[in-house]
């Protein structure tokens, strides 16, 4: 598959996958895990708002056969019911005891203000964890229009956070664009290095159906 290198994570403890409502978080997120499996590397993938049937479903929808069998083998799902912040952290500080994985994903707009817990947690077990965060839309797009930092509904991120990206896609704000697919992962925040936009086509992770 054709590495996104915004996906890429290094010495980042804590990443922030943000974006408006259904702009293609998810997706994004099951793209990253299979690029992390074709180096063997392990993911938790904790699916707060979503069950474990949706994401499979989008996996197999959206994956060729050969990178679905990487993202099969190489992540595991977990849709627990978990109602509150601190259950979270508990149910993930406990899975941690006994093993450990290369990567913990949370894909969640549910929870705000938990950012420090998350650092905590990937400092005490030195295991990055990547969290998905919703924007909030401006009432006014201009033609030009790129997320900003300061949309952001979970503010504490931007204190927590090593590295903070955000996907924008012209044509889901309906602004008039020669490439309908054209998607694009712009660093918001990067603490290791100069923030950066890297640009690629939405079909690339999700398939249009």
Request: charged share 20%; proline share 3%.
């Amino acid at each position: 598959m054709n590495t996104i290198k915004s996906l890429e994570i290094t010495n980042e403890l804590l990443v922030v996958l943000a974006g408006v409502p259904s702009i293609g978080k998810t997706s994004t997120l099951i793209y990253a895990t299979t690029q992390w499996a074709e180096k063997g590397k392990k993911t938790w993938f904790y699916s707060i708002s979503k069950s474990k049937t949706y994401v499979l479903t989008l996996a197999k929808r959206n994956l060729e056969q050969e990178n679905l069998l990487l993202f099969t083998e190489n992540i595991l799902i977990i849709d627990e019911i978990i109602e509150s912040q601190n259950q979270l952290i508990h149910f993930i500080k406990g899975a941690l005891a006994v093993s450990k994985p290369n990567f913990i994903v949370i894909d969640t707009d549910s929870f705000i203000e938990i950012s420090k817990e998350l650092r905590n947690l990937a400092i005490e077990f030195n295991v990055p964890i990547i969290t998905s965060s919703s924007m909030e839309t401006p009432e006014e797009i201009e033609e030009n229009y790129n997320p900003q930092l300061n949309e952001i509904q979970d503010k504490s991120l931007v204190q927590y956070a090593d590295k903070i990206l955000a996907l924008s896609r012209p044509s889901y704000f309906g602004i008039e664009n020669e490439n309908p697919h054209q998607m694009y992962l712009i660093e918001l925040l990067n603490r290791n290095s100069y923030t950066d936009m890297e640009e690629f086509s939405y079909n690339q992770i999700c398939k249009l159906v």
